[in-house]
């Protein structure tokens, strides 16, 4: 079965965060989706406009969390807990917040994406042109670069793709250049 058929079954063919029937889409679930039923959810498409754009928000639409957050499908709380963090000047929001319990697993997936973090604190990677970079991109090598730990030279105009970013340092990344992971600094890499 395809993980659209498997998505509309598991949420009855309803927007899994506001229960709408129209405009249904999956959406996975960001940094490291990989598309499968576990990390993706079935969302209306005014639901994933607002996830996506922030600046488009309408704290009136998300009073749906209050149900939705108690999903027991991961991905589906893992949204409920950002949006709430992302509202959680209105009151309502930080109540629910305060109520909603996630496993320290789950509570590190759902602050990925820099989510509760505020601005001043969060790690933003940029590469050599000072371009942002997110998880999923790919990058370029500007310079030969030596391996540690091996006898491997990742060459000047070597292609990385799907690139993860380190959480904790914000000049470093990962990604697999000749089919080996490994660690690359922000300054040696252009975004593609």
């Known amino acids: ?31 490291t989706s990989k598309g499968t039923e576990n990390d993706s959810i079935l969302a209306c498409k005014t639901c994933i406009d607002q996830i996506e754009n922030p600046d488009k928000i309408d704290a009136n639409h998300w009073h749906c969390l209050n149900d939705s957050m108690w999903s027991e499908v991961s991905a589906v709380q893992i949204i409920a807990w950002r949006m709430l963090t992302r509202l959680r000047a209105e009151g ?34 940029r590469d050599s ?24 030279v990742a060459k000047q105009g070597t292609a990385v793709r ?8 914000e000049e470093y990344i990962e990604g697999k250049v000749d089919g080996q992971h490994i660690v690359i600094i922000t300054k040696y890499v252009k975004k593609l």
């Not at 899994?16 to 129209?22: I, K, N, R, T």
């Not at 042109?129 to 491997?152: C, F, H, Q, R, Y």
């Open 129 to 152: 042109n000072g371009v942002v970079l997110e998880a999923g991109d790919s990058v370029v090598l500007i310079k030969d670069l030596k391996v540690k730990g091996s006898s491997m």
């Open 162 to 169: 799907k690139i993860s970013l380190d959480h904790d340092n």
């Open 1 to 31: 079965m395809s993980i659209v058929k498997k998505l509309y079954a598991r949420s009855e063919s309803k927007c899994e965060l506001c229960g709408s029937e129209d405009n249904l889409e999956v959406y996975k679930v960001p940094p």
């Open 92 to 125: 309502w929001s930080q109540d629910l917040l305060d109520m909603m319990y996630l496993d320290e697993e789950m509570l590190e997936w759902a602050q990925a994406t820099g989510e509760g973090v505020d601005e001043e604190d969060k790690i933003i990677h």
